[in-house]
Nanobody
Framework: QVQLVESGGGSVQPGGSLRLSCAASGLTLDYYAIVWFRQAPGKEREGVSCISSSAHSIAYSDSVKGRFTISRDKAKNTAFLQMNSLTPEDTAVYYC????????????????????WGKGTLVTVSS
């Protein structure tokens, strides 16, 4: 059974940092691009960042560029999202998704071709 499991969410004060993980089982992430999405209460889901299977292509939304860093560790079959300088506007449930077929993140914010999804981890930024 294929599973993507996010972890690392929690509560943090503004200006703080969190590192989210997306661990895969039943699936070799080597062949998939990983996209992080988030959905805040009452808002539509938003693409945050994408990393291609080779890690040669990386993209960020304007709202997180310069603050978030996406990465992947093939040996651990896991992807990560390092989030720094967090603000209350970053409060959301964060999801990771895997996209196969050689996807390389050109339009990740509007791409609908994800093959697998995790169930999400909640990030709350509040003083």
């Amino acid at each position: 059974q294929v599973q993507l499991v996010e972890s690392g969410g929690g509560s943090v004060q503004p200006g703080g940092s969190l590192r989210l993980s997306c661990a895969a089982s039943g699936l070799t992430l080597d062949y998939y691009a990983i996209v992080w999405f988030r959905q805040a209460p009452g808002k539509e889901r938003e693409g945050v960042s994408c990393i291609s299977s080779s890690a040669h292509s990386i993209a960020y939304s304007d709202s997180v560029k310069g603050r978030f860093t996406i990465s992947r560790d093939k040996a651990k079959n896991t992807a990560f999202l390092q989030m720094n300088s967090l603000t209350p506007e970053d409060t959301a449930v964060y999801y990771c998704a895997a996209a196969g077929g050689g996807y390389y993140c050109p339009d990740f914010e509007s791409y609908h071709g994800m093959d697998y999804w995790g169930k999400g981890t909640l990030v709350t930024v509040s003083s």
